[in-house]
């Protein structure tokens, strides 16, 4: 499960936030994960209840926002979503397209609780 190795490395990165801002305790993690990305949400929260201990986020909640696939016609310009399965134009129905969004896995926002010392 490569989903283990994304947390530990989400983790890591949610460390180095962490610490730049001088927080003692990490409460959320959102990531954004597209839906061409290769990682599944459900294996990731899975991971990430794992990864997470003994880390600065071990009692951290996960949130997972799905990104949808857009993608832009070459053929008639049109910029739609379409299923994983079909990247096909939604207007056109070419196949000529580019892939906008939904190969994306980022981590959106960290919240944390700083010390007000």
Same mark, same amino acid.
């Given at each position: 499960?490569?989903?283990?190795?994304?947390?530990?490395?989400?983790? +890591?990165? =949610?460390? +180095?936030?962490?610490?730049?801002?001088?927080?003692?305790?990490?409460?959320?993690?959102?990531?954004?994960?597209?839906? %061409?990305?290769?990682?599944?949400?459900? %294996?990731? &929260?899975? &991971?990430?209840?794992?990864?997470?201990?003994?880390?600065?986020?071990?009692?951290?909640?996960?949130?997972?926002?799905? =990104?949808? *696939?857009? *993608?832009?016609?070459?053929?008639?310009? &049109?910029?739609?979503?379409?299923?994983?399965?079909?990247? %096909?134009?939604?207007?056109?129905?070419?196949?000529?397209?580019? =892939?906008?969004?939904?190969?994306?896995?980022?981590?959106?926002?960290?919240? %944390?609780?700083?010390?007000?010392?």
């Amino acid at each position: 499960m490569h989903e283990l190795a994304v947390c530990q490395s989400l983790l +890591r990165e =949610v460390a +180095r936030a962490a610490a730049a801002n001088g927080a003692g305790e990490v409460t959320r993690v959102v990531v954004a994960i597209g839906s %061409l990305s290769g990682v599944e949400g459900p %294996l990731l &929260a899975r &991971a990430f209840e794992v990864a997470r201990c003994g880390t600065i986020a071990s009692g951290a909640a996960l949130e997972i926002e799905a =990104v949808p *696939v857009r *993608v832009r016609c070459k053929i008639c310009a &049109a910029e739609t979503e379409t299923p994983v399965n079909a990247l %096909l134009c939604g207007r056109c129905g070419a196949w000529q397209v580019d =892939v906008l969004s939904g190969e994306e896995l980022l981590l959106t926002r960290v919240e %944390l609780v700083v010390d007000p010392t």
